[in-house]
């Protein structure tokens, strides 16, 4: 359950209990102050009932986009792997990576005779790994909103030629 469940339930009794009364009671809203009221609380409850639906519709939304490794989640945040190409390829075993919003953590093994690194940029993060030879590990870490975000190697040229891809943050 969620805001716009309780809220659009608040809407819909809010509407059972003006009818009922409405019903019973000759002349209601009797007063202008009253029929203010009422008309106050039916219009917020309104705007609140929609505008979460529309918010809890984006949320969702957002979760259902791109696939990706699942991350490794604990009390630090969540921890991302992937590997450069051992033959030398400019690119990624992965296209993809997906994890929560929060401390994220990106991983990557270079078992490539080419020297590498993984950056992040996005959504006003430009996180940049060490550059490694064959057999290093270049780690980057941020702390990423909800959002698209690409990962790369910043080396030059490599992100050019075709090294990076997408992390989506939910």
């Known amino acids: 359950m969620n805001s716009f469940h309780v809220l659009g339930g608040l809407f819909a009794l809010w509407a059972v209990i003006l009818a009922v009364v409405g019903i019973t009671r000759e002349n209601f809203p009797r007063t202008g102050g009253q029929a203010l009221a009422?008309?106050?609380?039916?219009?917020?409850?309104?705007?609140?009932?929609i505008g979460s639906g529309i918010i809890t519709g984006a949320l969702e939304e957002e979760e259902d986009e791109g696939a990706g490794q699942?991350?490794?989640?604990g009390r630090g945040g969540s921890?991302?792997?992937?590997?450069?190409?051992p033959g030398g390829e400019l690119r990624f075993d992965r296209r993809s990576l997906e994890?929560?919003?929060?401390?994220?953590t990106v991983v990557m093994d270079n078992p490539s005779s080419l020297q590498h690194n993984v950056s992040i940029e996005g959504r006003g993060i430009d996180q940049e790994g060490e550059t490694v030879g064959k057999g290093g590990r270049s780690t980057v870490r941020a702390?990423?909103?909800p959002g698209r975000y690409a990962f790369y190697c910043s080396?030059?040229?490599?992100r050019q030629g075709g090294m990076?891809?997408?992390?989506?943050?939910?």
């Open 38 to 49: 009422v008309g106050a609380v039916s219009v917020l409850l309104a705007v609140s009932a």
């Open 70 to 73: 699942p991350a490794a989640e």
């Open 79 to 85: 921890t991302l792997r992937l590997s450069a190409d």
């Open 99 to 104: 994890a929560r919003a929060g401390q994220v």
């Open 143 to 145: 702390e990423l909103r």
């Open 155 to 158: 080396v030059p040229g490599h």
């Open 164 to 170: 990076e891809g997408t992390l989506t943050i939910r």
